[in-house]
């Protein structure tokens, strides 16, 4: 069945580091993909999304560029801060009409 | 706009009592989910609505889960009887219908089995 696979966290950087969180799927057709954030204490939110091949989503300094050729949609940040600090979840809408997750991926940004 | 609204946030029981969650999705969302997430994992969907129909419950436990909309709107996940295993965050989205945007969640409702 369709899936996605995160990279294993967590993940610890320092403030102002370059963040990449590679994220592929298997799926048929042209699934729509997203990245979901969870901060501490909180419920899931979009970060971003994309929904056809070679769109860029955007957000808050993070993007993400829907490769159709390697199936993936790897996260990426130029510069963290510590209030990055969360669980992100890759994520895609197959055409059977589910959402499905990633294993998530913990990122710790220290001072 | 009010958000997914779940209820309770937190939940304690012992093996083999029975427990339900409820979840009031934004207004006028034709689409409810049902998500478990066990600690270290990612959301697992159990159970999928559209308006009061049931779209995918493949992966729920039937012998021992069970869900319903009620008139399209509200929802409820009953665990009965509860397991150790089910100890996990019971997660309630929804989304509108038609072209798909994004599903918006609830907090959870933590569930503790001992």
């Known amino acids: 069945g369709d899936s996605v696979t995160q990279m294993e966290g967590p993940v610890t950087l320092s403030e102002e580091a370059f963040l990449t969180i590679n994220c592929t799927y298997t799926a048929t057709g042209y699934p729509s993909l997203f990245w979901y954030v969870q901060y501490p204490g909180e419920g899931l939110q979009l970060l971003l999304k994309?929904?056809?091949?070679?769109d860029k989503g955007s957000n808050k300094g993070f993007e993400a560029t829907y490769r159709k050729e390697t199936t993936s949609f790897h996260l990426e940040k130029g510069s963290v801060q510590v209030s990055d600090s969360a669980v992100y979840f890759c994520?895609?809408?197959?055409?059977?009409?589910?959402?499905?997750f990633g294993q998530g991926t913990e990122l710790s940004v220290k001072p | 706009e009010a958000g997914v609204a779940q209820s309770p946030r937190y939940k304690i029981i012992e093996k083999r009592q029975s427990v339900a969650f409820w979840c009031n999705p934004i207004?006028?969302?034709?689409?409810l989910y049902w998500y478990q997430q066990i600690l270290g994992q990612g959301p697992k969907l159990l159970i999928q609505f559209q308006n009061n129909g049931v779209v995918d419950d493949s992966q729920l436990p039937k012998d021992r889960f069970s869900a319903e909309r009620l008139k399209g709107v509200d929802s409820t996940l009953k665990i009965q009887p509860a397991k150790l295993e089910d100890s996990a965050v019971y997660l309630c989205a929804s989304s509108p219908q038609g072209v798909y945007t994004e599903a918006f969640f609830g907090q959870g409702t933590r569930l503790t089995v001992v």
């Open positions: 994520a895609i809408y197959n055409q059977g009409g589910k959402l499905i």
């Open positions: 207004s006028g969302h034709a689409t």
């Open positions: 994309a929904t056809k091949a070679d």
